[in-house]
């Protein structure tokens, strides 16, 4: 049985070597973080406390906000991080302050049926199905005014895709399978929040978009589950990659105490194997 996420399926569909290395040989990469992904981070953990706080009953002020966010700042802050764009970490860090800022003036004084922030979920794409699917929802909110259920997700990211995107857009749409087999078959609303543009997108699924998203996830998933071979792809993301210093593609190459120990791992296995195969001749094995 192998865990899958949202992010561990995207990864294979971006580049299968990045998703070997990570997902299968586990190689510690050598950059611990792109600068982008630790805004995120810290974004979403500043709004976590800000709403456990409104679940609470308790409304932080906006200099609260800021504060938390400056301490999970400092406090996950690392000199391995990678950084792209021409830009400091403190032109990162006050782009979070700005985002904070827009959100608490837009939302105050935060009164939208916040049920739970962080929600653990496991999706469930078929009975008997032997792989599991796991996620975490930035914030499930139940609208008393419309009926739904809306699953809300924070995006920091420069860009702002086009309507298409958000249509087919795989995760939210996974954890919605998931609220519905919690709640019951109850109206969802996906809802993402650009905080780079202070805007909103919303979209729903249909029941058959939704069946059929269960049989696409499961097919990626086999497929996944039998390849062999795990080729790079080049792209423009691979300048935000944790393991370009790794790459082939680029001319890099894996240290050589992590080869030593994938051969190591592949001998095991071949010993394993043949073992369960030929179990008379494992007393010729020798440690």
């Known amino acids: ?37 630790h805004l995120g981070q810290c974004i979403h953990d500043a709004l976590e406390w800000l709403y456990k706080n409104v679940i609470e009953g308790k409304i ?16 996950k802050d690392s000199e391995n991080m990678g950084i792209v764009r021409n830009l400091t970490k403190q032109d990162y860090f006050n782009k979070g302050v700005k985002f904070l800022i827009d959100y608490y003036s837009k939302h105050k004084p935060f009164r939208d049926g916040t049920i739970e922030t962080e929600k653990k979920i496991w999706i469930n794409l078929e009975k008997n199905f032997q792989h599991k699917m796991i996620g975490y929802i930035d914030r499930l909110v139940f609208n008393e005014k ?28 996974l954890y919605s399978i998931a609220i519905k087999e919690s709640y019951g078959n109850v109206p969802i609303l996906l809802k993402w929040h650009y905080l780079n543009y202070n805007i909103e997108i919303t979209s729903k699924r249909t029941e058959k978009e939704l069946e ?34 790794y790459c082939k593609v680029w001319g890099n190459s894996i240290p050589e105490k992590y080869v030593k120990n994938e051969k190591q791992k592949e001998l095991e296995l071949n010993k394993i194997k043949i073992e369960k195969d030929f179990p008379t001749i494992s007393k010729y094995f020798k440690e």
């Open 1 to 37: 049985m192998t865990l899958y996420s949202h992010s561990r399926l995207s990864t294979f569909e971006q580049c299968r070597y990045r998703y070997k290395l990570k997902y299968l040989d586990k190689i510690p990469s050598p950059i611990e973080k792109s600068i982008e992904a």
């Open 60 to 75: 932080p002020t906006m200099d609260g906000l800021i504060e938390k966010y400056s301490l999970v700042w400092e406090e």
């Open 146 to 173: 419309t009926g739904e259920y809306e699953i809300h997700d924070y995006k920091t990211a420069n860009t702002l895709p086009n309507k298409d995107k958000f249509e087919k857009d795989r995760q939210l749409a």
């Open 212 to 245: 059929k998203l269960k049989k696409d996830t499961i097919n990626l998933i086999e497929n996944i589950e039998k390849t062999k071979e795990f080729p790079p792809t080049k792209s423009i993301l691979c300048d935000w990659c944790e393991y370009k210093p």
